[in-house]
């Protein structure tokens, strides 16, 4: 499978959160950073100027995949991406629950999982990082 | 290949795929109401009624379901025939009689003109429908714990002789699946209490926020062969970890 894959580099993150307002008006179509998928400065402890970005990594062999009672986590195969299917989705959180990284979030307003979906193979938080922390290729 | 034609639109399947499925992959809204896709179709809310005919039948039709009928051959599909929309009525009649405050059969019987029903509204009438999400839900995907239970009008869903089930695990997928929020549950940050049965909300073992329930995590945990404590971090301290070892790797 040729898929692109998202690229992170902590290094030149400034945590200006340019990704998180985008994935929040992406996903949400409101500026709720809160609720955004991938997450700046994710680490509240080390300061210092050093500022690490964590969003989805589409394991391979994915925990919230392995723990979906319903099937309701798919990979995309153009984009590699897990999708949330949410019509399948039965919201037993078990995804969120078992992801090992934080990146299956629960949406407490749709009761609901997200998880970052490469936007379909076009990453808006790409788009709107200013330094090239976040690159897919 | 099957082709068969909705409203006119001719529409194909490869495998003989339910009407409904076929109707809303060409754009036709039929309204549903017990229609999951996470679970087999049901046919219990009768609201997806559609009129099929062939020409061979010399003007005679039938009214089917569409979510538990499968695509035929040559097979013409109406969805919003007179005598569909007025089997459609009915039926919503009938459910906002017996669910007056029910907000999913409200906007939907306000969508075809009902506002009051013409059949005597059961006021003490609770939101539930008996579509059998629920059921089905946690029959096939989690541990069956609630079913329906007595008959005629004394049917309900309930956990066995509506005792604290032994096997629910608290994860609330029914209520969420619910679509008229019928399902009772109540939760603080500590405890979930769901089908009469109280769950410990696991609190996150870093920052203490709540997790996921004890039954729940140890249910996952014997279904994959994991540890259960894996499941007591909330999603913000394990972002948290991650960006951790991030660091770690970097600097």
Redesign the interface.
Known sequence: MESKLMH?F??KCTACRNCEQACAFAHLHEGRPTRSRI?A??????REG?H?L?VCYQCDAAACV??C????LWRDTETGAINH?A????????C???????????EPLA??PSKCDLCKGDPVCVRFCPTGAIQYK | MIRLTIDGRRVESRNGEYLLTLARRAGIEIPTLCHHEAVEPAGACRLCMVEITRPQWNGWSKLVTACLYPAEEGLIVKTSTERVLRTRREVLELLLARSPRAEAVRRLAAQYGILEPKYAVDQEGDNCILCDICTRVCATHVTGAISRVNRGVAKKVATPFDEASDVCVGCMACARSCPTDAIAFSQDGATRAIWGKTFEVVPCTVCGAPTVTREQARWMAQRKGVAEEDFYVCDVCKVAKTGLSCRKVMW
């Open positions: 992170v902590p290094g997450r400065d994710a680490d509240p402890q080390l050093k690490v964590v392995a723990a009672p319903a099937n309701a299917i019509e399948r989705c039965i919201r037993c959180g078990s969120v629950a078992a992801c090992p990284f934080g990146n299956m979030r629960w009761q609901h």
